[in-house]
């Protein structure tokens, strides 16, 4: 039974879009449209080099925006601003932590079966934690702001993605991804500052989230009290919905996996001209990524200290009321902003930022993983395939993983306390860890060989399989109800499942190892640390002092840039701890 203290009746229509909104929206697409055919043009769609990797000659500025533009997808916005609003700033440490990566391991370990596996695994979790995450997090803004049917909203988005994508290649992805970087932080940053002029500043955002309690709460609970440590981000390892150890440990472990060899990633390193600029594009995506505890979070926040009744709602009745889904409506903090803050014009300006979130994520996730089925498994299903064949296949696997992705969108509706951001760190941390231990031991330890690593790999998928499915078939309840789920889920934070696995893993390929045969020095040769050879910077001719000092110059510059983004990371971890 609820008790109930509002004096509010049925949710009442936000406000609309205005025709300045509408023109603005339309202003946007035309624009990302028009980038899309110039980038298209100036790189070769028809070869395989072209479509998938931009023909290799990206500059740093367009791949850095490209990296933050994809890893901030609508997902991003929607899940970190909806965890900020459920749980404060600790979610923040996952955005600090900062041709295809299964044909390295190939080439390191030898073999097929492993790349076969990564490139199948890296579809999988293409599918489940980001293609339908972000088709989710896209149609739900839509749904809440424009009032769209959400299954409808999810196909309009889907075409205009899809199209230019499927036409244009990497290069379409990565230069719409730049235009697409300046409009989220514009569009972020004016929002950010109107949201902390309603609450009165920054030193008011602790006591006005500590208040944010919902009007109809559940007797003889806690659930709808925002957290006493929302403010901190080293959080009790028991008792902390983020704790330190898993934050430190656990969380390192599964941003090696995405910033090392996830294929959406590791794709724009790939399509650099040379190793300075892809260098250099990481750096600038490091600054970028600074941003969303100020933009994203901190926001999401405020959202709940503004519409505590509805982004912090824990009364099945209520959710359903305010988003439609019965365990909480935290995913709503981002738009409901939006929707009640923003004037005329920018509130249009600001649908445009999530649908430029939207797009990015999506064309990413779309291109890479079509190259990861096409060049991975395809070409080794038939290796004399023609280039125009390779081109089909890759547009064609697009629209299958679409289909599935959008079969799955009720799933991950429950999950996680309908967190998204929760939810998507859940099912990375049962799956990534393995990859994670057959990577860094493969660049790290010359020992290590395909026997040993493909067995640590196997071990890893079953015992993280197992916490997978257990976690869909007992969800979390709402608020009110026991914890009946088994003690590995209810006990067993997820990140800290994710440094037992890695350890595991680890342990297996070390000792399937020093069982078996170690590698030939040959097949090891420049895919170690300690292989490496010591070449010629690329474009450095013999002879050619001035190149090969240009290069070592801004390499330094890159290296200096690296500990510099250190000291800020460090310095931000100390003075939220």
């Not at 990302?32 to 500059?59: E, H, P, Q």
């Not at 067993?492 to 390929?509: K, N, R």
Request: glycine fraction near 8%; include cysteine; charge should be positive.
């Amino acid at each position: 039974m609820a008790v109930d203290n509002s004096t509010s009746d049925t949710h009442a229509p936000g406000p609309q879009l205005s025709v300045a909104d509408i023109v603005v929206i339309t202003v946007y697409f035309a624009l990302n449209l028009a980038v899309g055919i110039w980038s298209s043009c100036r790189a070769s769609r028809n070869t395989v080099r072209g479509y998938f990797l931009a023909g290799r000659d990206m500059t740093w500025w367009p791949i850095g925006a490209s990296l933050f533009a994809s890893s901030e997808g609508s997902g991003l916005f929607i899940g970190l601003a909806g965890s900020g609003a459920a749980g404060g700033l600790a979610v923040a440490g996952f955005e600090w932590n900062i041709v295809t990566m299964p044909e390295y391991i190939q080439k390191r370990y030898g073999g097929q079966r492993i790349r076969m596996y990564l490139s199948v695994l890296s579809l999988l979790l293409s599918v489940f934690t980001k293609i339908s995450i972000d088709l989710y997090a896209g149609a739900l803004f839509v749904h809440i702001c424009l009032g769209w049917n959400f299954y409808i909203s999810t196909i309009l988005m889907l075409v205009i993605t899809a199209l230019y994508t499927i036409a244009g290649g990497l290069a379409a992805v990565i230069y719409t991804d730049a235009l697409q970087t300046l409009i989220m932080v514009m569009g972020a940053v004016i929002l950010t500052v109107k949201a902390f002029n309603q609450i009165g500043g920054y030193e008011q955002l602790a006591a006005a989230y500590a208040r944010a309690v919902p009007s109809r709460t559940v007797p003889n609970t806690t659930c709808h009290l925002p957290r006493a440590d929302a403010m901190h981000m080293f959080r009790d390892p028991h008792t902390g919905d983020l704790p330190w150890t898993g934050m430190t440990f656990g969380l390192t472990i599964m941003a090696t996996w995405y910033w090392c060899t996830d294929q959406v990633i590791v794709q724009r390193s790939l399509s650099a001209r040379d190793l300075n600029h892809a260098k250099a594009g990481s750096i600038l995506a490091s600054y970028l990524k600074m941003l969303p505890m100020g933009l994203i979070i901190m926001p999401g926040m405020i959202s709940r200290a503004l519409f505590p009744d509805d982004v912090g709602c824990v009364v099945t009745s209520e959710c359903l009321r305010a988003c439609g889904a019965e365990i909480g409506c935290s995913n709503i903090a981002y738009p409901k902003l939006v929707m009640e803050l923003m004037p005329i014009g920018l509130r249009g300006l600001m649908i445009a930022v999530m649908m430029a979130a939207l797009m990015s994520s999506l064309t990413s996730i779309f291109n890479s993983s079509s190259t990861l089925f096409t060049m991975d498994i395809w070409r080794r299903l038939r290796p004399r395939a023609h280039e125009w064949e390779l081109l089909l296949v890759g547009r064609l696997v697009i629209v299958v993983l679409i289909g599935i992705s959008v079969a799955w969108i009720p799933i991950l509706q429950g999950s996680n306390s309908g967190q998204l951001f929760i939810y998507m760190q859940s099912v990375t941390s049962s799956l990534a860890p393995p990859v994670t231990a057959v990577f860094v031991l493969g660049i790290f330890w010359r020992r290590s060989n395909e026997q040993g690593a493909f067995w640590g790999l196997m071990t890893g998928l079953v015992v993280g399989a197992m916490r997978l499915v257990l976690e869909f078939l007992n969800p979390a309840l709402p608020c009110g109800h026991a914890d009946t789920r088994p003690a590995i889920l209810s006990s067993f934070h997820y990140l800290h499942f994710a440094v037992a696995l890695f350890i595991l893993s680890g342990t297996v390929v070390v000792a399937g190892s020093l069982l078996t045969p170690a590698p030939q020095c040959a097949q090891i040769q420049n895919l170690t640390w300690w292989t490496l050879a010591q070449d010629l910077p690329p474009g450095a001719k013999p002879g050619n002092m001035e190149a090969a000092r240009k290069h070592a110059f801004w390499a330094r510059v890159c290296a200096c840039n690296a500990i510099l983004l250190m000291c800020i990371n460090i310095f931000f971890y100390a003075y939220f701890a």
